[in-house]
């Protein structure tokens, strides 16, 4: 498995489910312990409960509204929680900023594509470095010592981070700008950017949106391979069940910012309250009507 970053030891969370391979019980590298979220008088998630297992892929599915993306935005610091308790390894980051739980190991990506598209794709990942240095900026434009060997440091990290994508940002596209890309090699961009901040936990909100069958294909086999081959712990959006089905060991439904489901995929697919929430009845009555 290739070098990821230190995991500090922690005791093994007894919720914590068995590995996708079938392997012992991992430590909980996310926890939401009764978690909830109001705007006003309106509630969007409601004493939620949810853990994420050391390299443990699980994904969130849900209708439009139901509250998928508010998670994700409370677990990075864009949202202050009402009530509950949100743990990073046993770290709370309630109150803390967006950049600070960056920097303790925690990356996303955007349902909308927020690449500088004016910078080359190397840039874009050397980029997300930034909060990682520690050359001042007159050490910069001095180009002295410290500053020269970040440089080089970050660039084959970037170089390393491309080439795990393969042919899709090999090394002649490097040095083009990021608005050249295809709609699907900038979700690849993206994902790449993320992982430039050597994350533990990867937050992927709808990866897969807007492609085809064979790039859908292609990101399914990509999620499955940043967990085995980075050893990343991943919470993944996804409205596209064929990517849901195909990387997920463990799938969380949400309906109106309420866990109605949990379980493998067939389990909670087949869920009444999964279809009632998705096709508005239940399953008897979408059954009597033909």
Not at 12 to 35: F, K, N, Q, T, Y
Request: aromatic share 6%.
């Amino acid at each position: 498995m290739s070098a990821g970053p230190d995991r500090p030891g922690q005791a093994a969370d007894p919720a914590a489910p068995e590995h996708g391979s079938g392997g012992p019980a991992a430590p909980s590298v996310l926890h939401l312990d009764r978690l909830s979220l109001s705007f006003g008088g309106l509630r969007a998630l409601s004493e939620l409960e949810l853990h994420v297992a050391d390299e443990e892929i699980v994904s969130m599915i849900g209708p439009n509204g139901a509250g998928k993306t508010t998670v994700f935005n409370v677990i990075t610091g864009v949202y202050r929680p009402s009530s509950g308790d949100v743990r990073f390894v046993g770290r709370p980051l309630a109150g803390q900023p967006p950049h600070r739980i960056a920097r303790m190991g925690i990356a996303r990506t955007f349902q909308s594509l927020r690449l500088f598209l004016n910078m080359s794709v190397i840039e874009n990942v050397m980029a997300a470095t930034y909060g990682n240095t520690r050359a001042m900026p007159w050490e910069s434009i001095l180009r002295l010592p410290r500053a020269r060997r970040e440089e080089r440091e970050v660039r084959a990290l970037a170089e390393d981070i491309l080439s795990f994508f393969g042919q899709r940002l090999a090394g002649y596209r490097w040095d083009q700008p990021a608005y050249s890309l295809s709609y699907a090699n900038r979700r690849r961009l993206e994902i790449a950017r993320a992982l430039a901040t050597r994350p533990r936990l990867l937050l992927l909100d709808e990866p897969a949106a807007g492609m085809n069958p064979a790039e859908t294909h292609e990101i399914t086999e990509l999620i499955a391979r940043l967990r085995d081959e980075r050893g990343v712990a991943i919470l993944v959006i996804e409205h596209d069940m064929h990517v849901v089905s195909g990387c997920s060991d463990r799938v969380i439904a949400l309906d109106h910012g309420v866990k109605i489901a949990e379980g493998g995929f067939d389990e909670v697919a087949g869920h009444p309250a999964v279809v009632e929430a998705y096709m508005g009845r239940d399953p008897g009555a979408l059954s009597d009507a033909g």
